[in-house]
């Protein structure tokens, strides 16, 4: 089955424990991004990557680092969490630029 | 950058009536403009897509009409069913790689 997992699904930490949350597509999909969602935010890109090893920053990078040293995997990284890096993150994958997003099912964290 | 602004935040039809969402974006550049649905507990699923060389497109009960123009988009579903109840979302491209997100629409149909 073609499908984008995330993992944890759940996860509570507090503030300054490194964490990472893994991304993972079997689409064969060279263009994969990070959101986080937040009430009244709507979705807002974190990172994305155009391909292995080529990453840039989206609209929120701050306190969030990415890789992409294969293909199908994406983690995202949070070095040192802090409380208003609370929210629902998703991870998505797309076979073009412009394209369809194929979204994971979400990560919600909670940093305390 | 590219601004989207998504109206409205809450929507609330009778079954069987039809819904409008309406986005407006600031970069005259965009050139995709997708809509994605998001059920409870899940990610967000694409619906339907346009591009800027075209006015409007039509999936069965979905349409999404732009005015380039205008900056505006909308989103039109028909004869509303209890299982379009979701929170919608548009977005708007002008060919790099960032998609840029509305804020969101929160529609609930009435039976």
């Known amino acids: 089955e073609a499908q984008v997992t995330q993992n944890p699904r759940y996860l509570i930490t507090v503030t300054g424990k490194k964490l990472t949350v893994t991304c993972s597509q079997n689409m064969n999909h060279e263009y994969m991004s990070w959101y986080r969602q937040d009430p009244g935010l709507g979705l807002r890109q974190i990172y994305y990557s155009m391909n292995v090893e080529v990453t840039d920053k989206g609209d929120v990078p701050e306190g969030y680092k990415v890789s992409r040293k294969e293909k199908r995997n994406f983690p995202l990284i949070l070095e040192s969490p802090s409380p208003n890096q609370t929210s629902l993150y998703f991870c998505a994958s797309s076979p073009v630029l412009l394209g369809e997003q194929y979204f994971g099912p979400g990560t919600r964290l909670t940093v305390t | 950058g590219e601004n989207v602004e998504q109206h409205p935040s809450t929507l609330s039809v009778q079954e069987g009536d039809s819904a409008v969402i309406k986005c407006t974006y600031s970069d005259s550049a965009s050139n995709y403009f997708p809509w994605y649905k998001q059920e409870l507990g899940k990610g967000p699923q694409l619906i339907i897509d346009?591009?800027?060389?075209?006015g409007e497109k039509k999936d069965q009960r979905i349409a999404v009409t732009l005015n380039k123009t205008a900056k505006h988009f909308s989103l039109h579903i028909t004869e509303t069913q209890p299982e379009d109840s979701a929170v919608y979302f548009c977005a708007a491209s002008w060919g790099n790689e960032k998609l840029t997100f509305g804020t969101g629409t929160r529609l609930t149909i009435i039976p």
């Open positions: 346009i591009r800027s060389n075209v």
